[in-house]
Nanobody, 115 residues
């Protein structure tokens, strides 16, 4: 049974930082492409960042230079460090795992950027 458990969301002021974590179980983490997506109210879910174990990372243009994705294979955990947060970053953030051709999703964690 695959489980992706996110944590680290919350309310932060503009310019602040948050770190999201996603602990994965039930997948071959080493070979999975791990990513973060987000969905704002009234909008479609969109890719924020994704990383393979080989070190390749892809970012949405809107977050380049502000967000960093990283993986810890010893803990089967992927992180999203978010700096210089803006109100438009407000969304539910979802952890994603692409493993053996299957997509898996976490339950989502709310990130709200507001003064």
């Amino acid at each position: 049974q695959v489980q992706l458990v996110e944590s680290g969301g919350g309310l932060v002021q503009p310019g602040g930082s948050l770190r999201l974590s996603c602990a994965a179980s039930g997948i071959f983490f080493t070979f999975a492409r791990m990513g973060w997506y987000r969905q704002a109210p009234g909008k479609e879910r969109e890719l924020v960042a994704a990383a393979t174990n080989g070190g390749r990372a892809d970012y949405a243009d809107a977050v380049k230079g502000r967000f960093t994705i990283s993986r810890d294979s010893a803990k089967n955990t992927v992180y999203l460090q978010m700096n210089s947060l803006k109100p438009e970053d407000t969304a539910v953030y979802y952890c994603n795992a692409l493993s053996v051709g299957q997509n898996y999703w976490g339950q989502g964690t709310q990130v709200t950027v507001s003064s």
